[in-house]
């Protein structure tokens, strides 16, 4: 079975700086997807940025960069240029490719990130 | 844009009384989600669906049940309610399958929060 780790329980960075969240996970699949999500305090959680696994490439998205390090099963992300609305609960995710319209998100227990002004 | 919507943001109820609550989308997305997230455990998949009628247990089924008698609509029935499911409830979709990029990106509801007292 697949587990989705996140070492960080609340994380803290100033206005402007970089913060990186931790996330490792444990799989023996080979095909397989990484997702971060942003879940802002009373609002819907949605998607930051994805990760396949076959692309040895890091996935990035304005200020947000995953480093996805596929032996070491780790996938952090780091905002660059913190901002006030960082602010959130942020998810890791993992997802294997494999069974047609049955593959479920196994998600970690989240990193509360505060951003202070 | 994809819109997710649930039923109640906030709700309270008896021990004992069936719950009903209700998700819907917009997007003909195949597949429905629902999960309970609770500080430090994170988002646990209570069960999905990938088809009308279709449907399949996840992790914490124990004390739930749902139905999808329509693509867009997919409800989690507290058959008797209890104390110990006092959770925040979120809904999701995605497409089904594998193929065009982004398919796979999963849309979350707002959630509700239910109280059972």
């Known amino acids: 079975a697949q587990t989705v780790t996140q070492s960080q329980p609340e994380m803290s960075v100033q206005e402007a700086e970089t913060v990186t969240l931790s996330c490792t996970y444990d799989t023996s699949e080979n095909n397989y997807y990484l997702f971060w999500y942003k879940q802002p305090p009373s609002r819907q959680m949605i998607l930051v940025i994805r990760?396949?696994?076959?692309?040895?490439q890091n996935a990035t998205e304005n200020r947000f960069s995953v480093n996805f390090q596929k032996a070491a099963k780790s996938f952090s992300l780091k905002i660059s240029d913190s901002q006030l609305g960082d602010t959130a609960m942020y998810f890791c995710a993992f997802m294997k490719q494999g069974s047609y319209n049955t593959d479920k998100l196994i998600f970690g227990t989240g990193t509360r990130l505060q951003v202070f002004p | 844009d994809v819109k997710v919507t649930q039923s109640s943001r906030y709700l309270v109820k008896r021990t004992g009384e069936k719950v009903f609550l209700e998700c819907v989308q917009d997007?003909?997305?195949?597949?429905m989600f629902w999960y309970r997230q609770d500080p430090g455990l994170g988002l646990r998949l209570i069960y999905f669906?990938?088809?009308?009628?279709?449907?399949e247990k996840g992790d914490i089924p124990e004390g739930y049940s749902v139905s999808r008698e329509k693509k867009e609509r997919f409800s989690l029935i507290l058959e008797s309610a209890s104390t110990n499911q006092t959770s925040m409830y979120l809904c999701a979709s995605r497409f089904g399958g594998w193929g065009r990029e982004g398919r796979y990106e999963q849309y979350f509801g707002p959630g509700t929060r239910l109280t059972v007292t």
């Open positions: 997007m003909d997305h195949e597949n």
């Open positions: 990760q396949e696994a076959y692309k040895q």
């Open positions: 669906s990938y088809d009308v009628k279709m449907k």
